[in-house]
């Protein structure tokens, strides 16, 4: 059974930090692209950031290029995203998704569910 | 970017009823659109991949159509169970953006 399980969030002040992690189970990680995906408070999904099977190629949305970095461990079926320079609006739940990429085909199939991320002084 | 447009934005509707979201893209992005379904506090779900290839295990009630740049998700005989919000996403091209979504009401 595919498993992905998010942890890492909670309350910081803007300016400051987070890493978020997202560990699977259920499957061979290595060999897919892994998504993160946001959702602030009573609004829809954005979003964030990718990263390839061996994480030497990321993705993200302009408002965190420069700010949020993903990256992967594949010994320890892990993909991660460092929040740096963190602002209220960053403030949303934060989900990991399997992504599944083929020749004529691109969805994002299996989510976990999600970790909270405050940011507030 | 691509930009995504959905509507309606609410809809609400019977038990048995049918009902179609439409999704707007703002370029050509031939048939690289999926549908998610979320209920409140909970992640999404894949419904439809691809414009139309149902994920395994979605039932045959959820139908989706559509190229280049207008897409539609149909549900039919609704079942109170398809209250939810319902996303449409474009992986033509980077950003990976979402609809503002559907919120779907079961009367």
């Known amino acids: 059974e595919v498993q992905l399980v998010e942890s890492g969030g909670g309350l910081v002040q803007p300016g400051g930090s987070l890493r978020l992690s997202c560990a699977a189970s259920?499957?061979?990680?290595?060999?897919?692209?892994m998504t993160w995906v946001r959702q602030a408070p009573g609004k829809g999904l954005e979003w964030v950031s990718n990263?390839?099977?061996?994480?030497?190629?990321?993705y993200d949305v302009d408002s965190v290029r420069g700010r949020f970095t993903v990256s992967r461990d594949n010994a320890k079926n892990s993909v991660f995203l460092q929040l740096n320079s963190l602002r209220v609006e960053d403030t949303a739940v934060y989900f990991c998704?399997?992504?599944?990429?083929?020749?004529?085909?691109?969805?994002?199939?299996?989510w976990g569910q999600g970790t909270l991320v405050t940011v507030s002084s | 970017d691509i930009q995504l447009t959905q509507s309606p934005s609410f809809l609400s509707a019977s038990v048995g009823d049918s009902v179609t979201i439409t999704c707007r893209a703002s370029?050509?992005?031939?048939?690289?659109v999926n549908w998610y379904q979320q209920k409140p506090g909970r992640a999404p779900n894949l419904l439809i991949y691809?414009?139309?290839v149902l994920h395994s295990g979605v039932p045959s009630r959820f139908r989706g159509d559509g190229s280049v740049t207008e897409f539609t998700l149909t549900i039919s005989s609704l079942r109170p169970e398809d209250s939810a919000t319902y996303y449409c996403?474009?992986?033509?091209?980077?950003?990976?953006?979402f609809g503002p979504g559907t919120q779907l009401e079961i009367k």
């Open positions: 998704a399997r992504r599944v990429r083929e020749v004529g085909l691109d969805f994002y199939d299996y």
């Open positions: 259920g499957f061979t990680f290595s060999r897919y692209w």
């Open positions: 990263v390839n099977q061996d994480g030497s190629e990321t």
């Open positions: 370029q050509d992005i031939t048939t690289y």
């Open positions: 691809a414009a139309y």
């Open positions: 996403q474009q992986l033509n091209s980077y950003p990976h953006n």
